[in-house]
């Protein structure tokens, strides 16, 4: 049998995170060892030491050595139980504070590919920030305006015609009269729509022009990689939102070929909000041109996988961690398949524990 390496792999998410469950599969198949902690207080093991003398800035983490690459999938905020109630809350924000002075410091600090530094993916959550950035390395965005204005949005629906509503962050609840479970998703609005001014009040929202598409893309980038898919609906045409049908038939995936100014534009946005992974929301109108929606640092790329299963998508992001730099080849890992991971035994114990959380903790997720 083959050692495991001596210098492992971090990934950061809780033991419940599907995307992390695979890739965690995918490493050990590869024989590379992985440190899968939800936070930097890993349970049963000494969180890093960081030292500050006259060489610098050092992390010391007993007893394996550095790590070559950590995957911030979805950090929490570190548990400081078992404690006293009395301590809880002194503990609690120590032990906060501490996670983020280490990740803010976290590309230097330690010698490992961050997926993505932590303070980029901070900053590459603001929608605003994308978009104005987009617009700085000449991507086409639709016409935006984000306000709690009814005035405002009146206004703009004359001049667009049709209005998509988008929420800053995704958000399900329980209608308990009805007893299901609603999403806020895109919503499209035009003159008939009623706008009352105390309801928009309410809450500030994203109001874009509705693109009339002829399909939506989603690019994957995995490091150097770009793998980019069209998405619509199986009898011709565009979904409002795709999202609620990624796993249905009604929702055609095909492979699609970015075309090379396109590329170009998009790596330079991944390269101005210096993010190493992201899924990026593209549209594209029947005249052909692309407009882009939003790069989601953290998102699911996985479904993609699920529905073109010769898309080596957790390949790449296997082979990315194992070589611990953007510019790695797929075999830098072996032919890992997401399919043979879903016939796992891992799998279906991860199945489980999911299922045992959601009912406790509601984990439904439709972010994308
Ligand atoms: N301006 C738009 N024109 C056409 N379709 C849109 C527009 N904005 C969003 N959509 C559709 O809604 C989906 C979700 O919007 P997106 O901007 O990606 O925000 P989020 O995923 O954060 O809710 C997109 O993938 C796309 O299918
Ligand atoms: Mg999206």
């Given at each position: 049998m083959t050692k495991m390496t001596s210098s492992p792999i971090l990934i950061l998410a809780p033991s419940t995170d599907p995307h992390a469950a695979a890739v965690h599969w995918a490493l050990q198949r590869n024989r590379v060892d992985a440190d899968w902690w939800p936070s930097m207080r890993p349970e049963g093991k000494a969180a890093p030491s960081i030292w500050?003398?006259?060489?610098?800035?050092?992390m010391e983490r007993p007893?394996?050595?550095?790590w070559r690459s950590a995957w911030h999938r979805r950090p929490q905020r570190p548990d400081p139980s078992p404690c006293q109630d009395a301590d809880r809350t002194f503990l609690e924000r120590e032990w906060r504070l501490y996670q983020k002075n280490l990740f803010d410091l976290s590309p230097t600090v330690t010698q490992a590919l961050w997926v993505n530094a932590p303070l980029a993916a901070w900053q590459a959550e603001s929608k605003l920030l994308q978009l104005q950035e987009a617009h700085n390395v000449s991507l086409r965005v639709p016409e935006t305006v984000v306000t709690?204005?009814?005035?405002?949005?009146?206004?703009?629906?004359?001049?667009?015609?049709?209005v998509v509503f988008k929420s800053f962050y995704p958000h399900t609840w329980h209608n308990t009269a009805k007893r299901e479970l609603v999403a806020v998703g895109v919503v499209m609005l035009?003159?008939?729509?009623?706008?009352?001014?105390d309801a928009v009040a309410m809450s500030p929202g994203i109001f874009q022009r509705y693109v009339d598409k002829a399909f939506d893309v989603r690019v994957t980038v995995i490091g150097d990689h770009y793998f980019a898919v069209k998405l619509g609906k199986a009898a011709g045409g565009a979904f409002l939102d795709w999202r609620a049908y990624s796993l249905e038939e009604t929702l055609q995936v095909e492979p699609f070929d970015l075309p090379h100014e396109l590329k170009q534009k998009l790596k330079a946005l991944m390269q101005r909000l210096d993010l190493t992974f992201g899924c990026i929301d593209l549209?594209?109108?029947?005249?052909?041109?692309?407009f882009f929606l939003e790069v989601n640092q953290a998102g699911q790329?996985?479904?993609?996988?699920?529905?073109?299963t010769?898309?080596?998508?957790?390949?790449?992001?296997?082979?990315?961690?194992?070589?611990?730099?953007?510019d790695y080849r797929i075999e830098d890992s072996l032919p890992v398949r997401f399919k043979d991971y879903l016939s796992s035994d891992d799998f279906k114990r991860n199945e489980i524990l999911i299922k045992e959380q959601v009912q406790t903790e509601s984990l439904y997720s439709v972010e994308a």
């Open positions: 500050i003398d006259e060489r610098g800035i050092q007893p394996s050595g550095n709690n204005h009814a005035d405002d949005v009146r206004r703009f629906i004359k001049k667009c015609g049709r035009d003159d008939a729509s009623v706008l009352p001014d549209v594209v109108d029947h005249d052909g041109n692309a790329f996985l479904f993609v996988e699920q529905r073109l010769d898309l080596p998508l957790l390949q790449a992001m296997t082979a990315m961690l194992i070589a611990g730099r953007r």
